[in-house]
């Protein structure tokens, strides 16, 4: 279940962000909730930032496959 694929706003509606695909992508709901449980969640920019240095270091996430 937390594989599930989700549709991961960029940008909050709270802040503006709109429900088109410039503004949507792909993400598994663990990665979703966690990004959103964050005080400040990071800008896309800085989250693919994050995203890219993970997958550099061979890892993405904590679950266990």
Known sequence: MHLKCTGEHLQAHSEG??????????????CNRLRHQRKEPPTPEGYKALVNRRLSQGKWHGLRL
């Open 17 to 30: 962000g709109k429900a088109d695909r410039t503004n949507i992508v792909a993400a598994c709901a663990y």
